[in-house]
């Protein structure tokens, strides 16, 4: 092992860059606070530039931007937004308990269902999507072939009467004919944070069927299920059922 000249010291950061070179970015990061001096030496942009271009290529350009940016800056904002990105989101402030579904279904002379009930009290999906089947005993009336118009309404409450937000509110023409089906939707508001102009990407939904042929009593039919839920436009799924709390919070919640 070759030896310094006596009294020759040389200063510990000719040291600290060359073991600078060989260490990772955290640990170029946790080094660079330990003084003053080795900020000094963990920091300069011919460590940082190789390491920024090889992980984010396109933040590396916007040095050509402002040259007095360092890459360690760069490369920095880049981890930073990628760990945003990747980072789970918060559980739902609200859950099913807390929400009541109010469903109103009727033409201009008769009532075709009125539906009153808790979330948590209808099935969920097995899927973990928000869609709920919500079974209907009662009004019934004449079979006919007639088309009319229906009022449907969905609205969606807190508990304690807190909060209230309407998925739908619409009309639309509808077959009372056994066995049908009759589907409604309407393209949801974006979130408070948002702009009016800005589209939702997701649409309330509501499905009714009336009995089949083999179910009529008396000449009558009566509408047998109500199916509502949130569906996504982007791929025509139903979101989660967190998402669908978490969107419908920001309508329900009154921020301080």
Request: charged share 20%.
């Amino acid at each position: 092992m070759s030896h310094l000249p006596s009294g020759t010291n040389r200063p510990p950061w000719e040291v600290l860059n060359l073991v600078a070179q060989h260490l990772d970015p955290k640990t170029l990061a946790v080094a660079s606070c330990v003084s003053k001096s080795w900020f000094t030496s963990m920091s300069p942009d011919h460590l940082w530039q190789p390491i920024c271009t090889t992980h984010y290529p396109s933040l590396s350009n916007l040095k050509l931007t402002d040259p007095s940016v360092p890459y360690r800056c760069l490369y920095a904002l880049g981890l930073t937004a990628t760990k945003r990105r990747l980072k789970p989101p918060s559980k739902p402030r609200i859950s099913l308990r807390n929400l009541l579904f109010a469903i109103d279904l009727r033409t201009k002379d008769f009532p075709l269902a009125t539906i009153t009930k808790s979330a948590d009290e209808l099935c969920v999906d097995s899927n973990g999507v928000f869609r709920f089947d919500i079974d209907v005993d009662h009004v019934c009336f004449p079979v006919t072939e007639l088309v009319e118009e229906v009022k449907v309404t969905w609205n969606v409450v807190l508990c304690g009467w807190q909060g209230l937000f309407t998925m739908i509110d619409c009309e639309g023409m509808l077959s009372f004919m056994a066995g049908t089906e009759g589907w409604f939707s309407e393209e949801l508001p974006s979130p408070g944070c948002c702009s009016s102009d800005v589209a939702s990407g997701i649409v309330a939904d509501l499905k009714l069927r009336f009995c089949s042929k083999r179910e009529i009593n008396d000449g009558k039919v009566r509408v047998d299920k109500v199916s509502v839920g949130i569906l996504s436009i982007v791929n025509w799924r139903y979101v989660s059922v967190e998402d669908g709390l978490r969107y419908l919070q920001h309508f329900l919640i009154t921020k301080d």
